[in-house]
């Protein structure tokens, strides 16, 4: 499923079970932004594209990033981030995330 936003092409990629929130699903999104994305550190690191792993819930609707990799422009890992599994975890409201709940989570319409 793609998601043209602005900043960018965001393309929810695969679905399955959640990597670090019990009762939860989890997507794989590649975010292909307009322009390169700062990744730093290291200093001087530039993305061209992402794949942002976001655990979520339908009910209440919610998405947490829990893994992000970072990509130059001919596929090479430049930085691969995961969520700390001791930490709390806090809701996601990027656009990545928007994309994830809108593809598996949609709001009914408005009247």
């Not at 699903?25 to 993305?47: E, N």
């Not at 130059?72 to 709390?88: L, Q, R």
């Amino acid at each position: 499923m793609d998601f043209m936003l602005s900043s960018g092409l965001f393309t929810v990629e695969s679905v399955g079970p959640s990597t670090l929130l019990a009762a939860a699903d989890g997507a794989w999104v590649l975010y292909a932004p307009t322009l390169s994305v700062d990744c730093s550190p290291p200093r001087g690191c530039y993305a061209k594209t992402q794949r942002i792993h976001y655990d979520f819930r339908c009910s209440p609707r919610y998405a947490v990033m829990t893994e992000r990799i970072s990509m130059d422009i001919n596929g090479a890992i430049v930085k691969h981030e995961v969520a700390d599994a001791s930490s709390a975890y806090a809701p996601s409201y990027d656009a990545g995330a928007s994309s994830v709940l809108d593809a598996f989570c949609p709001l009914p319409p408005r009247d």
